[in-house]
């Protein structure tokens, strides 16, 4: 067993050395006798069990309080300062518990040994030497000496090093207690052998322990000469006991157990277990993340890359609207955005286009500020939207039917089918197109317009959040079929028209530009310059005024450009104003790009894409585009190949496995997400729901964005390792084809999933067709955020996750509560 700094209990030192030899080989004598006794019956399993077990809890002593009770079976006969407790290792100094007590006492205390005695058999043992040499003897036996010797040594070698003050620390530790209700133990010395064997070769050589200890005092007793004289043989049979018991605090218990057979593994099975759990392909919780609620001001609104404040508030200018564009931390979120007070699942369309739960975007402000132009109203538990707007007070299909009445060459639903509408407030003029066979992208920035985009989004209208400011718009040249700025506030004449000339980049040649606005109606000297101004420079832009009409029942005017179609304009300009752009200039390059004022020429090759004007919807839907003749397709066939296997790849899976195969309600889905759209096939297989799909290309992926929008399709580019420009809780369903495998290779999966969880709505699906490996470890992150699983599949390498986000975060009032925010 291990001591303490005093290797006496009551301080006494040995009365002499004649007295001591005579004691030590009485003491030696009887415990040969004992040990001859016992050796010829079988020793209880029982005991040996207890044995092994108390060396365990001994070795397990780490952070156990010095007190009695951690030896039930001798709380009440232990001496007070029997137990010391040093560091985070209990040693006891000494137990007795034979019905001889008292007449061994004295030697037990003066030697230091633990004396047990068990009571059925009324067997005592006393002495150090005897003990070891029943000990090897039992070992010899056994035939178990060397293969007892190995981890001893390499016990010794990794942990028996001197501690500074040339002791060397503790590797053992001897067991001594038992429960209340069982026996004590028939023989120590054979109860430690025995634990030996079960742990796996561990010594106890208590004698020499102590022998050493005593050494180390150097405080003049014969005791330890003795007990060294009588362990020789011991020693040279088993080298590797020869430990030393250091004093006080540094005492500590190194040899550990064995790692399959004792209660303590090593470092070396733990790291190993540990790089092996990492190497699995599937782990459960080898992907788990431990989910917290964000720390943002903007609470349940919060959009990481709008909400930047730290750097917001460090800009240099705000002049060119620096402030609403994106500034994404430097390590993206991975945390969860908390849901509104009172948030219910949102009204189904087409209901929604008139109405939502007002607790879903709690924001009155807009009410307030627009109420009289009927944008939106509180009405009870709803906030309602008349379907006006600022130049559509008496409702948007007027306006719409007085666009294409002043040009019928709009052709609403046929020639014109994407359009992108700037300054889009609450999107009524979008969600009301839908009956026109339409698809409006509609954008505006956050700002004073408190929840504008939000409002149109949870009515299920789409919409997204930029800004005319610095940067290019996340779109290709030439896709847009009309772009539209009902009062949008954009002053597109100043800085060289720079803004105006980015609408022109996204504008497909022979396309218009619809401008509803007091410049073109009013006669204010502020309308009147700004009108003056606009005419020169879309003159100089070779734009075509096709039309200016006034709407007599809303009492507004618009006027209605077209981008021409030719370079022929270009050419006969006598001032290069604006500028072309450099032939260097990819027109299609939009993500962070800076804006320039500068126009980019019409192509005129019949082969290249914008010199013809796409079908008429649907059949621009199905049909490859004609400049994709001489391209290679993504999954390397001919283009055209390529398009028309993948439409017909989606139409099989979304009809025969996600429209039925997978317990989604669709009459529940409004806003829908392809995470990695390619050529836009799954868009295109839904285009009888009455849904809309955000297409988005990812940056890293091929550039098949236009396709999209060839299509009569809508989308944006957008890199996943960062967040996407949109509030929380947009879109019913997202859906990722092989996303996942290609953004590991650039960033990490959490919050990217913490992404997902933000911009998925509460109910919402997420559908993952990936490698089998990336599967498993969506599925071990959505379980992490306790959402559902609704189905799971794999064949060979690849696999298909449907899963359903809960609703299991706190609110926003508990938050507070709880002080996160």
């Known amino acids: ?236 049979k088993n080298q590797a006991s020869d430990e030393v018991f250091p004093t006080g605090s540094q005492s500590e218990i190194l040899n550990e157990t064995d790692a399959q057979n004792g209660a303590w593994s090593t ?80 009204v189904k369309w087409p209901k929604s286009r008139e109405k939502i739960w007002y607790y879903n975007v709690p924001h009155t402000k807009l009410a307030v500020v627009k109420g009289h132009q009927n944008w939106v109203k509180v009405t009870g538990e709803y906030l309602t939207f008349p379907g006006g707007g600022t130049q559509f007070k008496h409702g948007a299909l007027h306006y719409i039917d007085f666009i294409e009445e002043s040009l019928p060459d709009i052709a609403w639903g046929k020639r014109s089918r994407v359009i992108l509408d700037v300054g889009c407030g609450v999107a009524s003029f979008g969600g009301y197109l839908f009956e026109r066979d339409v698809l409006a992208m509609s954008f505006a920035p956050k700002d004073e317009h408190e929840a504008q985009v939000q409002f149109a989004l949870e009515r299920g209208i789409p919409a997204m959040l930029a800004v005319m400011g610095t940067k290019r718009l996340p779109f290709p040249s030439s896709v847009f079929d009309i772009v539209h700025c009902a009062r949008c506030r954009v002053p597109w004449h100043i800085e060289g028209g720079k803004f105006l000339l980015e609408l022109n980049r996204v504008l497909r040649p022979g396309g218009y530009f619809v401008w509803s606005a007091t410049p073109v109606y009013q006669k204010l000297p502020e309308d009147v310059g700004i009108w003056k101004a606009m005419s020169q420079l879309t003159k100089s832009m070779c734009w075509d005024l096709m039309v200016i009409k006034k709407d007599k029942l809303n009492g507004v005017g618009a006027a209605i450009f077209r981008k021409p179609t030719s370079n ?63 391209q290679v397709g993504v999954y390397g066939k001919a283009a055209p190949e390529d398009f028309a296997a993948d439409y017909k790849h989606w139409k099989n899976v979304v009809s025969q496995s996600y429209l039925n195969g997978m317990g989604i309600d669709w009459s529940s889905v409004r806003n829908i997400m392809d995470m990695r759209a390619v050529y836009g096939g799954f868009a295109a297989a839904l285009k009888d729901l009455k849904v809309w799909v955000m297409n988005v ?94 189905m799971i599949y794999s064949k060979d390498s690849e696999g298909l996750l449907c899963v359903r986000k809960t609703n299991w975060r706190p609110t926003e009032s508990e938050l507070i509560k709880s002080a996160i925010i």
């Open 267 to 346: 470092q070396a099975v733990e790291s190993q277990n540990e790089k092996q759990s990492q190497q699995s392909t599937i782990s459960e919780d080898r992907f788990a993340h431990t989910w917290k609620l964000c720390n943002a001001t903007a609470g349940p609104d919060y959009i990481p890359c709008l909400d930047n404040w730290q750097i917001i508030r460090r800009l240099p200018s705000t002049k060119h609207y620096e402030h609403r564009e994106r500034h994404c931390p430097e390590e993206a979120p991975t945390c969860l955005v908390p849901i509104p007070e009172g948030y219910r699942r949102s």
């Open 1 to 236: 067993m291990a001591m303490g700094k005093y290797s006496r209990v009551d301080g006494r030192k040995s009365s002499g050395y004649c007295s001591t030899i005579v004691v030590v080989v009485f003491v030696a004598f009887c415990l040969v006798g004992v040990w001859m006794l016992m050796s010829s019956s079988v020793v209880p399993v029982h005991d040996s069990n207890l044995s092994s077990q108390e060396t365990v809890n001994e070795v397990k002593g780490t952070g156990i309080e010095s007190n009695s009770k951690q030896f039930e079976d001798s709380s009440g006969d232990l001496p007070e300062d029997a137990m010391k407790k040093d560091g985070n290792t209990i040693y006891s100094q000494s137990e007795n518990k034979s019905d001889t007590q008292d007449d061994q006492s004295e030697n037990a205390l003066e030697t230091g040994i633990i004396v047990e005695g068990k009571k059925e058999e009324k067997v005592e043992t006393e002495g150090t030497d005897m003990k070891i040499e029943s000990k090897n003897k039992e070992e010899n036996q056994d035939g178990k000496t060397e293969s007892q010797e190995g981890p001893k040594e390499e016990a010794e070698n990794d942990g028996g090093e001197n501690t500074g003050d040339g002791e060397t620390r503790q590797t053992q530790a001897e067991g001594g207690e038992m429960k209340k209700s069982e026996q004590t133990e028939s023989e120590e010395a054979s109860g430690e052998n025995k634990s030996e064997s079960d742990e796996g070769g561990m010594n106890l050589d208590m004698g020499d322990s102590l022998d050493e200890n005593r050494r180390e005092e150097k405080d003049g007793s014969q005791v330890e000469q003795s007990a060294s004289e009588n362990n020789v043989e011991s020693q040279e």
């Open 697 to 790: 290309v990812p940056i890293d992926s091929p550039d098949t964005l236009p396709i999209i929008y060839e299509r009569g399709l809508f989308g944006m580019y957008h890199d996943w390792c960062e967040s996407f420009n949109t509030y929380p809780r947009t879109y019913d369903l997202l859906h990722a084809d092989h996303l996942f495998s290609s953004l590991k290779k650039r960033c990490n999966l959490v919050p990217v999933m913490a992404e997902v969880d933000r911009i998925l709505r509460p109910e919402g699906k997420l559908i993952v067709r990936d490698h089998v490996e990336i599967i498993g470890e969506i599925e071990s992150m959505a379980k992490s955020m306790n959402w559902e699983i609704r």
């Open 568 to 630: 022929e304009c270009y050419n006969k300009r006598t001032q290069n104003e604006p500028p072309l752009c450099k032939e260097s200039d990819d027109p299609n390059a939009a993500w962070n790009v800076p804006l320039e004022a500068c126009m980019h020429k019409v192509p005129v090759d019949a082969s290249e894409r914008g010199y013809q004007w796409p079908e008429k919807w649907p059949q621009r839907l199905e049909k490859p585009p004609y400049w994709l003749n001489s």
